[in-house]
């Protein structure tokens, strides 16, 4: 089934309609994440460990939910699959929360994975929609440059930026990711009826 241009159009005006309608939530979300990430750059070391924490949490909650409910549909295929998957995340859940350092170098492997991947799309979304967000698209481009940059700096300084890296570089992300968000709810607010 073909997607015709009218289509595309109509898609087109329905996100710029969201995004005028919404532009509020967008702007606190921004606000909310500067603040955040000023923190984190300010105490990296704590920053760090208390996001390896929160992960090692999500790890056991998601765990300890996968085993219940993997108990709960014993007759369905895959048991033994979703109950070693399960202990997997308790397991590694419990050993983030003992051991949050060792969490922290392995969570540096993953942010850099994370930020070259955030890089390229917030590049490819800041070009797709320079048109739509004239001014704040430049916001998002250097968004998704220094997601590059971040994850750059990372491997650099491997492995003794583990104690800090994840803090610092979540709180830079952050600033710059709240920045570009504000400046998005706050073109977003002045798009035109007409334009949608």
């Known amino acids: 089934m073909a997607v015709s241009q009218t289509d595309i ?12 309608e919404h532009w509020k939530f967008y702007l606190i979300e921004g606000i909310i994440l500067v603040a955040l990430g000023v923190v984190a750059v300010v105490v990296p070391q704590v920053a760090t460990v208390a996001v390896t924490i929160l992960l090692g949490w999500v790890f056991l909650i998601s765990g300890i939910f996968g085993l219940f409910t993997t108990f709960w549909m014993r007759g369905v ?13 308790i ?56 997601d590059l940059a971040l994850g750059g700096i990372i491997v650099a300084g491997l492995p003794g ?27 977003a607010r002045r798009i035109a009826p007409s334009a949608i």
């Open 9 to 20: 159009d109509q898609l087109h005006r329905a996100a710029l309609a969201s995004l005028r």
């Open 77 to 89: 295929p895959g048991f033994w699959w979703s109950l070693l998957s399960a202990v997997l995340a």
């Open 91 to 146: 397991v590694v859940g419990v050993m983030i929360g003992v051991w949050p350092i060792g969490g922290a170098i392995s969570l540096t492997y993953v942010l850099i994975a994370f930020f070259l991947v955030e890089g390229v799309a917030s590049i490819m979304f800041a070009l797709e929609h320079r048109r739509d967000l004239r001014g704040a698209w430049g916001w998002m481009l250097v968004s998704g440059l220094v």
């Open 161 to 187: 930026a583990a104690e800090w890296a994840v803090g610092l570089l979540v709180g830079i992300n952050m600033v710059f990711g709240g920045a570009a968000l504000i400046a998005m709810a706050l073109r």
